[in-house]
């Protein structure tokens, strides 16, 4: 099976053509909005980090900018900095270059002499790679070449019962395609870890997964706080979901049943093929921010009471298995998996569809998030969300 595709220099195959204005701060993040409205075919986000921050949130923060920079969705980067800054230029560029050796260009707002100066260059820079990036031209790949992401948000009782395990199927097709799958979302694995653990590759593997849940419910209990307080949500609660347990039990559907070959530390760039474990916190946007700096090019979201959230750098396919939901929120959902709740289809063709609904997208074809321009992120912290 095969998707269309642009070539990147350092090998990876993309299913975007973005240019990437890169805030290295939350004070470069509205010059950076400035500089994406006036250049078409560049995306942007709010970095409300990069400053003031303790070592290891600054070293997350590092490792998402790095990872969208070199996420194969991305042409090439315009990084834009204030100037004094914790995450100084110079350090922003050096881990951008460890990861990825496509075009990057700097803009110092401080040494640009003032945002409009800073604008002007910038919008000169970005003007010259959206041109480089508009003669790259798709190729056909191998399905191998995809990394899909998966992620659950606004879950209702029909998540469990539908659209996750649909995204398990998709998983398992993947897996068995020679491509690789993401399971994310570490806080909604527990009461359910000893279940993944039973399908790990090996012994380290299966201590890792039981160490990154350990580590959460540990953090927590550092300051004080519970899991359980923030998860399930009120939302997942007046759905029907009564636990974080029962919520758990319906979250690992979505990585089928396939052997879990390695666990990854938040962010850190994805290199194996098959079923793989992201550590990231439960939140939505700082869950799919971190697969996409890992470099995931599409996402496979599933929503029950309905989520809108999209991502500035890869497509995000919403799924629900609510039929409500998807004829109250067609603007937002691209894929509904009710059929299997009613008995009208088997998982199995609902898997066959929602992976021809990946390749499609993959092709080209905008998903409404896209279509709608939602660009949302947030990057983990050490003590995180829930």
Do not use: W
Not at 190 to 209: M, P, S
Not at 253 to 264: D, Q, S
Request: a negative charge; hydrophobic letters at 35%.
């Amino acid at each position: 099976m095969n998707f269309y595709g642009y070539k990147r220099p350092d090998g990876r195959i993309g299913i975007r053509n973005h240019v990437l204005i890169l805030p290295a701060s939350v004070c470069a993040s509205d010059t950076t909005r400035i500089i994406s409205q006036q250049v078409g075919g560049t995306v942007t986000f709010n970095n409300q980090n990069g400053c003031s921050q303790v070592p290891s949130d600054q070293q997350f923060t590092m490792d998402v900018m790095a990872g969208f920079a070199a996420n194969p969705n991305i042409y090439g980067t315009v990084v834009v900095s204030l100037g004094c800054e914790n995450c100084q230029m110079d350090l922003v560029v050096k881990a951008i270059k460890e990861h990825t050796n496509k075009p990057i260009k700097q803009v110092i707002i401080q040494e640009a002499g003032g945002t409009i100066k800073a604008v002007e260059q910038a919008v000169r820079y970005a003007k010259e790679m959206v041109q480089e990036a508009s003669m790259v031209q798709r190729e056909k790949f191998d399905i191998s070449h995809l990394i899909v992401g998966t992620n659950c948000g606004g879950s209702d009782p029909t998540s469990g019962l539908a659209s996750n395990p649909v995204v398990g199927e998709l998983s398992d097709r993947l897996v068995d395609l020679g491509s690789t799958s993401i399971l994310s979302e570490t806080t909604e694995f527990i009461g359910a870890e000893h279940i993944l653990a039973k399908r790990a590759k090996n012994e380290e593997v299966r201590q890792r997964i039981f160490d990154i849940v350990n580590r959460y419910e540990k953090a927590l209990q550092l300051v004080g706080e519970e899991v359980r307080e923030g998860n399930p949500s009120p939302g997942n609660k007046a759905g029907g979901l009564t636990t974080l347990e029962e919520k758990s039990l319906g979250c690992i559907h979505k990585g089928g049943h396939r052997v879990i070959n390695a666990v990854y530390d938040y962010a850190k760039q994805i290199d194996e093929k098959g079923l793989v474990i992201m550590d990231t916190p439960g939140n939505d946007f700082s869950s799919v921010a971190g697969m996409v700096a890992g470099g995931c090019q599409v996402v496979a979201f599933t929503t029950g009471r309905g989520n809108v959230m999209g991502n500035p750098i890869v497509p995000v396919i919403k799924i629900t298995g609510n039929k409500i939901t998807y004829a109250n929120m067609e603007d937002n959902m691209d894929f509904n998996a009710s059929p299997l709740i009613y008995g009208e289809k088997t998982v199995e063709k609902l898997g066959e569809e929602l992976l021809n609904k990946t390749i499609e997208t993959a092709n080209g074809k905008q998903t409404k998030s896209e279509v709608l321009g939602y660009m949302e992120i947030a990057i983990a912290r050490v003590c995180n969300y829930v």
